[in-house]
């Protein structure tokens, strides 16, 4: 049996039919993303050392944590190959991958001659760093004695000559030193001998050395006159925790998918600095090295995508975070907006996704415990009262009234869906608190559409059995149909083919309203005001369940739980894949046609709704600059009963 998906839009001069039309049982949507790199980009190399449990040194605290951390991300994010990456940790099983003095000498040379021309590197050092009374900087390995550390550091000068041979078109020297998380003092007196004076040193002067290496950029976690704090609620350094967040992604603040050095520097910098300070009324101020006369910004990471609603909840985690620690308790989330060719606009290429993206943020911030978020149905009002658009968003005095009409409400989260290739798109998230303009936190990534997702956008295509490629190991069958989906929505609107089995119309005061193929667009005129409904006709016989939105909305009530108590919820936002849906069953009838009036509040024989109403223009350029509770967009979408769960008789309403 087949599966459709078929979309409408509704404006007040307008209305946009679209439609998708699967044809085979769906496959798995949760194929693996694909290698983050290519050829021309080189590969991606990651060193991390991370020594904790000294022997002669004080002991230091997750450190071990902030390696494993790294190379998480490195993977999960990065997309980097586990076999480009090696780790020195006390915990390792092999001595040789434990920071033991010898192991690194030995193992470092052999990892620094891998990486070629057109590799990145990055090396991460956390531990302790030592200067000896003649000048001589060195970093402690885990064996490290303070006494002697000519016989057990390992050399800065030696290091320094290493990566000056690595060939890797950027090297980036990552320190984390002079901890002070267990206030353990300027000096290891006590583990020195008479006459050698070992100060122990921060990161920025143990970086200094590596500022005229070519193709060397160094960032040291604070400097000289500091120390690099401990965050225990995280186990991990407060440089580190924000030097990991801004490697999964958060630091893109272009939005293009890739962590560029200039990026990752500010997005480090700003949230050490203020966290040092909000948090432990401390000052720690993390430093960049770098050659000068260095030509562009090199990027550090490309991004390797998640799943949309994992990346939407990594997100929803960091503006929480951000607003614990500016002392924000309460929020508005923003309808997302989307790139176009005539700047931010709601909507756009992105159809309903921006709305459900908005929704399942609000939902994220609400679980995390820590966050209030208005009611987004009473700030769409406000705004609409206003006449606030997209452009405002940069005001100052627009930022204010709205704050001001919605009882001094301090921040707004705005979300931006910013590009889009096929199955890869980039989110952005930026927390605004309205009194200043000011930005307070920032969040993204880069996430994967499955094709549910993608019939959220509202383009409309037939697609034949063979489109889906079978199973097959290291095919990734979701890119490949997605990319053909993108390709046939560059051809005529399936509705403008007679034979389509699926015919979906547009009904005002029981009489259809033509509408007008446009490309792949089918556009209907509505006027505001007009009620209207929603005519489904079968050609077959074959029994087919139907899911049905508007705006995103489902137009069917859904089940959900409050506090442990079910309770029924009207027009709820919902990802297609996860709406209830009809069950439209020609046998049951005369005529295998079907009217839905509204969104239905009641199910069953005595079952009521809420009609269809067109509130505002939604298709011009202008009307997609103001914010509205309206998009146009109608979606539905056709399955055999057999793949779908049950839902309700339309028959029934």
């Known amino acids: 049996m087949a599966h459709c998906i078929k979309s409408a839009r509704y404006v007040t001069l307008l209305t946009l039919i679209s439609l998708l039309y699967l044809n085979a049982k769906v496959q798995n949507a949760n194929a693996q993303p694909p290698d983050s790199s290519s050829a021309a980009d080189g590969q991606q190399w990651a060193i991390l050392i991370g020594a904790e449990n000294y022997r002669f040194a004080a002991p230091l605290a997750y450190t071990i944590n902030d390696v494993d951390q790294l190379a998480l991300t490195m993977r999960e994010r990065g997309g980097v190959s586990a076999r480009n990456i090696v780790r020195f940790v006390d915990s390792a099983d092999d001595e040789l991958r434990q920071p033991l003095r010898r192991s690194l000498l030995s193992e470092l040379p052999k990892w620094l001659e891998k990486p070629g021309p057109n590799d990145r590197l990055l090396v991460y050092f956390s531990g302790h760093g030592f200067q000896s009374d003649d000048g001589k900087l060195f970093l402690a390995p885990l064996d490290c004695d303070p006494a002697r550390a000519e016989e057990t550091g390992l050399s800065v000068a030696w290091l320094r000559d290493q990566l000056a041979a690595c060939r890797a078109g950027l090297k980036l020297l990552i320190l984390d030193s002079c901890h002070a998380g267990t206030e353990k003092g300027e000096t290891d007196v006590e583990n020195a001998e008479a006459g050698q004076d070992m100060r122990r040193v921060a990161a920025k002067e143990l970086g200094e050395p590596f500022r005229d290496i070519e193709g060397v950029i160094t960032l040291a976690s604070s400097t000289n006159e500091q120390k690099s704090l401990i965050w225990a609620e995280k186990r991990q350094s407060l440089f580190t925790y924000w030097l990991n967040q801004g490697l999964k992604g958060h630091a893109d603040e272009g939005g293009d998918g890739i962590v560029d050095i200039d990026e990752l520097n500010k997005y480090v910098y700003d949230n050490v600095t203020h966290t040092a300070e909000a948090r432990f009324h401390r000052s720690q101020s993390p430093v960049r090295i770098i050659r000068s006369g260095v030509q562009g910004v090199p990027w550090v990471l490309k991004l390797a995508p998640l799943q949309l609603k994992h990346l939407i909840s990594d997100m929803a985690d960091q503006i929480a975070w951000a607003m614990e620690s500016r002392g924000i308790k309460k929020v508005g989330v923003m309808q997302f907006t989307a790139d176009t060719q005539f700047g931010e606009a709601l909507g756009g290429e992105f159809g309903a996704l921006g709305r459900w993206c908005t929704a399942e943020l609000e939902n994220k911030l609400l679980e ?76 993204g990534g880069a996430a994967l559409l499955n094709e549910h997702e993608w019939a959220m956008l509202g383009l409309s295509v037939a697609v034949k059995p063979e489109d889906r490629p079978p199973p097959f190991p290291g095919v990734q069958p979701q890119e490949q149909l997605i990319a053909k989906l993108d390709e046939r929505a560059q051809g005529a609107h399936p509705l403008s083919d007679p034979k389509f089995p699926y015919r979906v119309a547009i009904y005002v005061d029981g009489k259809e309203r033509s509408g007008e193929f446009r490309g792949n667009d089918y556009v209907v005129p509505l006027r505001q ?60 009838s005369n005529q295998p046609l079907w009217e839905i009036r509204g969104f239905v509040t009641e199910t069953g024989t005595g079952g009521k709704l809420r009609r269809f109403v067109v509130v505002d223009d939604n298709l011009s350029v202008a009307a997609q600059k103001n914010f509205t509770e309206n998009l146009g967009l109608i979606t539905a979408a056709f399955y055999a009963p057999s793949l779908s769960r049950v839902g309700t008789g339309a028959e029934d309403v």
């Open 368 to 443: 995390t415990g820590t966050v209030e978020v208005i009611d987004g149905r009473e700030l769409v009002t406000q705004l609409k009262a206003q006449q606030f658009s997209v452009d405002q968003l940069g005001s100052r005095e627009a930022l204010a009234k709205l704050s001001a009409s919605l009882d001094g409400l301090p921040a707004i989260v705005t979300g931006t869906l910013r590009h889009r290739q096929h199955r890869l798109i980039t989110l952005q998230c930026k927390l605004k608190q309205l009194e200043t303009n000011s930005l307070a936190g920032a969040a």
């Open 529 to 588: 005001g007009e009620v209207y409904t929603i005519r489904v006709r079968l050609l077959g016989r074959d029994k087919v369940y139907m899911r049905l939105l508007v705006d995103g909305l489902n137009t069917l009530p859904e089940k959900v739980q409050e506090k442990g108590i079910a309770t029924v919820e009207v027009a709820p936002i919902v990802k297609l894949d996860e709406a209830r849906g009809w069950i439209l069953d020609p046998s049951a």
